[in-house]
């Protein structure tokens, strides 16, 4: 059951390569939904229904993990980590250096929200921050759509690991800066809509 | 392969529906008087059961027996339910996680209740066909956890049917619609039924229907519009006639029908009259459509947030849905279409009866699932996060809302002792960071464990969600390729010995046959009507002569000795004989009420200049 598993590229017949045209992703999985959803297998023994079943769930979840360029990332990462076996990502939130000392402040203005409630002025102030982290958040993200994802499909053998780093770096200050704006958002009181998406795993 | 129906079980009615070989569409089943629909209540009798309409007809004549929106009550505890009780005229008890109903000095749970409703389903797609009905595809809300569809699968196998699938309302409703009508495009599925809601966003192509996402309430729909008008009608008579009438079950019954009757009348009215004749008293008052609007507004905008929760989700925008369809009896109501068109921008559809959609989408894919249809497939999703307790009680997901199913996730857990053979996860479903916030589902035991050092065991878990959206564990330790033992604890539900047991005692609670109902029933009109004439001439002895008063009370005695026969014809003769001595006092008292009604709107119009 263990040990050689295809992995989610290999479900789709596909390389470790992160640019994928979504198009031509969906029309696959419709492809191989039809061959393996348990619906059209009703009859079979129960030996092939439980093989079909787990088709279909492998099937499910590689599409899952492909379909979002940002999901996709998350997941060759721990592939090439060899940590396949966790939906969730774990990536250890780390601040973005440059942002340290403004961070700083946030967190102060934070804490102060916990105990009492903000004045006016302080909550202004913070949701000018709010929408300046995500900016930032949405800067990081483009990075790690664009420049850094072409970089690993470039990259060669040796070139690899530097470009695996770039990606854990990346997606550390994003996790970092989502808990911070999500902190704000409940410190304010309730997230702007169209925001919501962000949340989504 | 065998016949599968497809059965719509819902809060209000239910209904089981085929597709049709020559035409290929799906149809309904009515009953042999040609009603498709089936209400969902049950009517506990000593002398046997009755469902549907029959029961119907009991709700306030017997209204702590007489069982209505079960479906509220399934896979759920005790305090999920308890703010909600003091609605129900019948006993709901706390019973081991989950929730039983005294009625008749027994106890039964939502899934029997249910099963008794399925089983009349059965018989009727029984006659119908002409041949034993073993195999249905069973519709749950998509917003359903997986103890609420595994209630609902016990339900199934309690009535004598195995539920080869149970498929999201919104969902079946999408493929009716497919194989009519929309064959292409983003579409919004608003579902809004008699006790529950859902949101579903599809993508549709090639014959693929899949969904983006689905959000819900699994605790809103039209039971709540008629409870907003029952609070306002109790404040409304306490005020005219000085009496609070809360506490009593039958006249909260007949309030409830009477505002059930109104909101529906409201859809395609502006205004309504109510008279409710009480013990004492005659209630009578207009409302407006406005009113009724002002009564549930809230809880028609509380459906608007799921809605932008799905399509965040689906990463769509209001403006990118090509097609809005309506589901449900709810969605009747000129305030919620009126709300969904407002947030979609375009007017939904509601060609296919949202009262019938669900059924026939159900009929598709039980076509689907035998074969008969090849060139459909849906392709759903799991509606909330299923996730396992770590450390500190935080939640760690494993596998997020809106994924497609069947899916699966694995998880390696290990032992934290030295020689530890048994490990236990609880596993839990919902949002929420915390576990105690999220809704629990199982604990599961992994025992059997070689003893090893803490930390040497390698067991993993496999999570799988089948199609069905039920949640199935299976464990391997690594080192020894052996499969765990594992011991599941549902938190809601009933254990595989509980429901062998209940299968087994269904026969108990048989529908009674078809002569053995009619008597049951023709008895109960007669019980209705010796309580109607003792009120009524209570009340309005003083408007008749001597001569009237003997003839009724004449009347009334024969119709209490013959409601002790057996003989159906004498007890409906001396009913209609009551009824008939009975006309000119009902036209002189209904004539009393309308004039006090109106004198006292006048006394009203003159206090308020």
């Excluded at chain 2, 009991?58 to 003091?86: A, H, N, W």
């Excluded at chain 2, 109902?517 to 008749?544: K, M, S």
Aim: charge should be negative; charged fraction near 30%.
């Amino acid at each position: 059951m263990s040990g050689k598993r295809v992995d989610h590229f290999e479900v789709f017949g596909l390389p470790r390569r992160l640019g994928l045209d979504a198009a031509e992703l969906q029309r696959k999985f419709y492809e191989l939904s039809r061959r393996v959803h348990p619906d059209f297998h009703q009859g079979a023994p129960p030996e092939r229904q439980a093989e079909i079943l787990d088709a279909s769930a492998r099937l499910n979840a590689a599409y899952r993990a492909l379909r979002d360029p940002l999901a996709r990332i998350e997941y060759l990462v721990r592939l090439e980590e060899g940590r396949d076996t966790r939906e969730g990502a774990t990536v250890k939130p780390k601040a973005p250096p440059e942002l340290l000392e403004e961070m700083f402040e946030i967190q102060e203005a934070l804490q102060e929200a916990k105990s009492g409630g903000l004045e006016a002025d302080a909550k202004e102030t913070l949701s000018a921050q709010r929408n300046r982290l995500r900016e930032r958040y949405d800067q990081e993200e483009s990075r790690l759509r664009g420049p850094l994802s072409q970089a690993w499909d470039a990259a060669g053998p040796d070139e690899r690991a530097a470009a695996l780093t770039a990606f854990k770096e990346s997606l550390a200050v994003r996790a970092y800066l989502r808990t911070v704006i999500d902190d704000i958002d409940e410190a304010l009181g309730g997230s702007q809509e169209g925001y919501v998406s962000h949340r989504r795993h | 392969m065998s016949r599968i129906v497809g059965i719509d079980l819902g809060t209000t009615n239910s209904l089981v529906a085929y597709v049709d070989d020559k035409t290929g569409l799906p149809r309904v089943i009515p009953d042999r008087e040609g009603q498709p629909l089936l209400p969902s209540i049950v009517s506990f009798a000593r002398d046997g059961v009755l469902v549907g309409a029959a029961a119907k007809r009991q709700l306030v004549r017997r209204p702590e027996s007489t069982i209505y929106s079960v479906k509220r009550l399934m896979g759920r505890g005790f305090e999920d339910v308890k703010d909600e009780l003091c609605y129900l005229p019948f006993k709901v008890l706390p019973c081991e996680g989950i929730v039983k109903i005294q009625v008749e000095g027994r106890e039964v749970t939502p899934p029997e209740v249910s099963a008794i409703v399925l089983k009349s389903l059965k018989e009727r797609a029984e006659a119908h066909f002409g041949e034993p009905i073993e195999k249905a595809v069973v519709t749950v809300p998509a917003y359903f956890n997986d103890s609420q569809r595994q209630a609902t699968k016990d339900a199934g196998r309690i009535a004598g049917l195995d539920v080869v699938r149970i498929v999201n309302e919104p969902t079946a409703a999408s493929l009716a619609y497919g194989l009519q009508r929309i064959k292409e495009g983003l579409i919004a599925v608003y579902d809004l039924g008699g006790g529950t809601f859902d949101i579903s966003i599809l993508r549709v192509k090639d014959g693929i229907f899949e969904v983006l996402a689905t959000n819900g309430n699994t605790h809103l729909g039209g039971d709540d519009f008629d409870r907003a008008i029952v609070l306002a009608l109790l404040d409304d008579i306490r005020e005219k006639h000085g009496v609070y009438i809360g506490r009593d079950q039958e006249a909260m019954q007949e309030l409830r029908l009477a505002a059930e009757a109104a909101k529906v009348r409201l859809s395609a009215d502006d205004r309504t009259a109510l008279t409710i004749p009480f013990d004492g008293f005659t209630y009578h008052r207009e409302i407006t459509r406005a009113e009724l609007e002002g009564l549930i507004g809230r809880l028609v905008d509380s459906t608007l947030g799921p809605c932008r929760m799905a399509l965040a989700d689906a990463g769509l925008a209001p403006a990118d849905i090509d097609e809005v369809v309506l589901v449900g009896g709810s969605t009747r109501v000129p305030l919620v279409r009126r709300r969904v068109q407002e947030l979609f921008g375009k007017t939904p559809h509601s060609q296919l009866n949202p009262d019938e959609v669900v059924a026939l989408g159900a009929a598709v894919q039980a076509q689907i699932l035998a074969g008969g249809i090849t060139d459909m497939l849906l392709l759903d999703v799991t509606p909330l996060s299923l996730g396992i307790e770590t450390l500190g009680g935080i939640v760690s997901v494993l596998i997020p809302r809106n994924t497609t199913i069947p899916t699966s996730a694995r998880e390696m857990f290990t032992t934290s002792v030295d020689g530890q053979h048994v490990v236990d996860m609880h596993v839990v479903q919902g949002e929420r960071e915390l576990a105690k916030d999220c809704r629990s589902l199982a604990r599961f035991e992994l025992s059997g464990i070689d003893p090893m050092p803490a930390g040497m065991p390698k067991i993993e878990v496999v999570f799988l969600i089948d199609a069905n959206g039920i949640l199935n564990v299976t464990a391997t330790e690594l080192r020894s390729q052996k499969a765990a033992a594992i011991e599941v604890k549902p938190t809601y539900g009933l254990s595989e010995a509980d429901v062998e047991r209940m299968v087994e005692d269904s026969f108990t609670y048989a529908e009674a046959d078809v002569e053995a109902r009619l008597l049951i029933e023709t008895r109960n009109e007669a019980d209705t009507v010796i309580t109607h004439v003792e009120r009524a001439l209570a009340q309005g002895r003083r408007l008749i002569g001597d001569e009237e008063h003997a003839a009724i009370l004449a009347a009334l005695t024969a119709l209490k000795d013959a409601r002790g026969s057996t003989d159906r014809d004498r007890i409906r003769e001396a009913t209609t004989a009551m009824n008939h001595a009975t006309e000119h006092l009902a036209e002189l008292m209904m004539d009393a009420a309308l004039k006090g009604a109106l004198a006292s709107r006048r006394a009203d119009e003159i206090m308020e200049k």
